[in-house]
């Protein structure tokens, strides 16, 4: 009888040690989900944020037509055409009135550099990121999961701590279209009901990126219809547009002007290759 009563006793506690077990991997379990939600940062809403994805130029990874070995280099952003040169992102927006240029910061990865602005005026900050020309196939999917909502980050700046990628108000592509080599098997639905304004300064980006875009919930600001220059005057007067609540076709229209100007063509020409929605 009492080796009977040991056995119960000895049977009930490993139950109940068994059960403790299991509450306390539930425990951990939620415990675990909790701190993956605490991993999301928080950052200033009030501040607004323009994220820029620059493919540098490159000769030997992209299939372009060649530039000038030393502009066409997409491992050297110093001198790269859509980056160093007087009229790349860098170049030109440092120049600009509108904007005040932060800092840079140097990268060693698919990324080379990222560069970041403030506007003298508006509580917008403008961030440009250098991606290595061979990278260019990730330059593109980074932009269109940022443009979809799937991809979203932030970036500290001193004090502030701000949103990219996906928490960005407006996301633009700079560079080779490079849909045009490549095909994407990812898929970029929206993931949170928001809408992005994008701009895509790449030859024929309105009908290689279209198709992606389709179910990324989006604003198309300026594409394009053929072959450009994807220089960043165009970006920036686009920009400006934008940052003066301009409807699409206004912004599109200064965007037309900007390259009309710089390249020597008709403003209907510009028009015909610069489109909107």
């Known amino acids: 009888m009492i080796k009977l009563l040991q056995y119960s006793t000895f049977v009930f506690c490993f139950l109940f040690l068994a059960c403790s077990n299991d509450k306390q991997i539930k425990k951990t379990i939620t415990s675990s989900n909790k701190t993956e939600e605490e991993k999301v940062i928080p950052y200033d809403s009030d501040a607004k944020t323009i994220h820029i994805f620059v493919a540098l130029c490159d000769n030997k990874y992209q299939g372009i037509v060649p530039v000038p070995e030393k502009i066409g280099n997409g491992q050297d952003p110093d001198n790269n ?14 120049k600009s009135k509108e904007w ?3 800092e840079s910061r140097k990268l060693k990865s698919v ?9 003298t005026t508006k509580n917008y900050y403008l961030i440009a990121d250098a991606y290595d020309g061979k990278f260019i196939k990730e330059s593109t999917i980074d932009f269109l999961n940022s443009s979809s909502g799937k991809n979203k980050d932030t970036l500290k700046i001193g004090k502030t701590t701000i949103g990219i990628g996906g928490n960005s108000k407006l996301l633009a592509y700079v560079g080779h279209d490079g849909l045009m080599d490549f095909q994407l098997n990812e898929t970029f639905e929206n993931t949170d009901k928001q809408k992005r304004d994008i701009i895509i300064l790449a030859c024929y980006s309105k009908k290689y990126f279209a198709p992606h875009l389709e179910k990324s919930n989006v604003n198309p600001l300026v594409w394009t219809t053929g072959l450009m220059s994807p220089e960043a005057y165009t970006l920036h007067d ?6 003066l609540n301009e409807s699409n076709e206004q912004i599109r229209t200064r965007a037309s002007k900007a390259y009309s100007k ?8 510009a028009k015909n290759l610069l489109v909107t929605n």
């Open 81 to 94: 055409l859509y980056w160093g040169c007087a009229f790349g992102v860098r170049s030109y927006f440092k």
């Open 100 to 102: 005040k240029f932060v």
């Open 111 to 119: 990324k080379l550099e990222r560069i970041i602005f403030r506007h």
């Open 238 to 243: 686009a920009i400006s547009g934008y940052l």
């Open 262 to 269: 710089y390249q020597k063509c008709s403003e209907k020409a």
